[in-house]
């Protein structure tokens, strides 16, 4: 059992490296204030709480602890047997000689009292099953590893997309409020021009509705932040508290990773070589193989060895019940060969059944790396796609800003209408909500790609 404790020892450092690793492929700056959750904190938070983790660790260890029956089927079999019995009796009749039916008169009345213990021990000298048996369950240790660790990365993965839209929402809901603060200036000036009649009652109409709509649309932004951060919380496995604006502050990433040295063919590679989910149905496949030779194996004969030590004694009418140490002892083995030639076709449908479930372990195996290729292959196309529309939106937002300054400026000197400013600002507010939904969309992609190809992109670029 040390060679798996130390493979689980390994397993647990890869986790806590992939844990790192998931957290610094995107950099995060620090925080330290109090209601402060960084990526890397939530990351720690949901591989120790996330209850999918715990399921899994479960599954795991019951499987480690499934290898002990296994093994220990190579090793004899002990039992340890003791009895104290004692029987009253009265026999009224009995069968004479010439076979007829007699009366006692009187009835004879006895007790009848006996003690005995035993130690049989059992060894199987032929059965192929065992073997099997281990194989399977060395498969199936292997398979319960590799899903938990799959979980733990469907956790980081999850983690991730709560985050990034959390953080999200909290972009698209600081863009209300500069909105909301704008549309106030809008309409004070409005009003102002209104006043000196530079400016009509249609204008001034159209700034309070916008004035009101900006109200609404922080409204419907601080409910969308809350949402999110519920949603981080389930994530994280903790408990679902106050996710109201400013209770809870995430930070952002400094940087967004570039998806152009991204290579397809090589994440491919790497996602059909280390993909946990991939490696477990492997170990299934394995499993499969070893059940149905141990179906096939019934068809064989079995040989076991046994010896038993005894002791037993024939007590009188009046000798205590209670005797632990019977006097006559006996010893015996036994070479006991069996072979079942006819069970009523029991042997066959199991076969047939660990046949099924080899051929269904190879077809999933197969569908599932076909579907995990050209999941690689969009995401990665996805990527490359995003990365040019963030470079093209990130430019329109400059030039809506420096479009609205001008606007808003032409506006004051009453060189343009209301309505053209109106326009300036829901351009601006359009392309830098697009621009928030792109890059948390590109990080959200991004921690989907990750977990496909477990582990590194660095490792499928060129």
Same mark, same amino acid.
């Given at each position: ?61 019951? *499987?480690? &602890? /499934? +290898?002990?029956?296994?093994? @220990? $089927?190579?090793?004899?079999?002990? %039992? !340890? ?115 000196? *009649?530079? &400016? /009509? +009652?249609?204008?001034?109409? @159209? $700034?309070?509705?916008?004035?009101? %709509? !900006? ?248």
């Amino acid at each position: 059992m040390s060679r798996r404790g130390s493979r689980h020892g390994r397993r647990r450092r890869s986790v806590s490296f992939l844990c790192v690793l998931a957290a610094g492929a995107i950099a995060v700056p620090s925080a330290r204030a109090q209601g402060v959750t960084t990526l890397e904190e939530a990351l720690r938070t949901a591989l120790t709480l996330n209850p999918n983790i715990e399921s899994s660790a479960a599954a795991a260890a019951a *499987a480690t &602890s /499934s +290898r002990w029956a296994d093994w @220990g $089927a190579f090793l004899p079999t002990i %039992d !340890a047997r003791g009895s104290l019995s004692q029987t009253d009796f009265t026999n009224v009749t009995f069968v004479d000689p010439t076979g007829v039916a007699q009366t006692l008169d009187p009835p004879i009345t006895s007790i009848r009292k006996s003690s005995s213990a035993s130690l049989t021990f059992g060894l199987a000298l032929l059965n192929p099953e065992r073997i099997a048996n281990v194989q399977a369950g060395d498969a199936r240790e292997n398979a319960a590893d590799f899903r938990l660790t799959a979980a733990e990365r469907a956790v980081i993965r999850d983690v991730k997309w709560s985050y990034f839209e959390a953080l999200k929402q909290k972009q698209l809901l600081d863009v209300s409020e500069r909105q909301l603060t704008a549309r106030r200036q809008d309409f004070e000036v409005t009003e102002r021009r209104y006043r000196i *009649a530079a &400016s /009509s +009652r249609s204008d001034l109409l @159209g $700034a309070e509705m916008d004035l009101s %709509d !900006a109200e609404l649309r922080v409204l419907d932004s601080e409910d969308g932040l809350s949402r999110a951060l519920r949603q981080l919380q389930v994530t994280l496995g903790v408990p679902v508290t106050n996710t109201d604006a400013g209770s809870v502050e995430l930070v952002d990433v400094d940087r967004v990773p570039d998806a152009e040295p991204l290579n397809a063919d090589a994440l491919v590679t790497s996602a059909l070589a280390l993909n946990p989910n991939l490696l477990a149905l492997r170990q299934d496949q394995k499993a499969a193989s070893a059940d149905l030779w141990s179906a096939k194996s019934s068809y064989l004969p079995r040989i076991d060895l046994g010896y038993t030590l005894g002791r037993s004694k024939e007590l009188g009418r009046d000798e205590s019940l209670l005797d632990f140490s019977p006097a006559n002892t006996s010893g015996g083995f036994v070479i006991q060969g069996s072979w079942s030639l006819f069970s009523g076709f029991t042997r066959k449908r199991q076969t047939a059944q660990a046949d099924r479930q080899k051929r269904q372990a190879v077809a999933q195996l197969t569908a599932d790396q076909l579907q995990l290729e050209k999941d690689v292959r969009d995401l990665v196309k996805e990527l490359k796609r995003r990365s040019q529309r963030l470079t093209i939106i990130q430019r329109n937002v400059s030039l809506a800003g420096e479009r609205l300054s001008l606007a808003r400026e032409q506006y004051r000197l009453g060189s343009i209408p209301y309505f053209n400013l109106q326009q300036a600002i829901d351009r601006l507010t359009l392309t830098e909500q697009a621009l928030f939904q792109e890059r948390y969309d590109y990080l959200i992609g991004w921690a989907s790609l990750e977990e496909k190809v477990g582990g590194d992109l660095g490792q499928g670029a060129s």
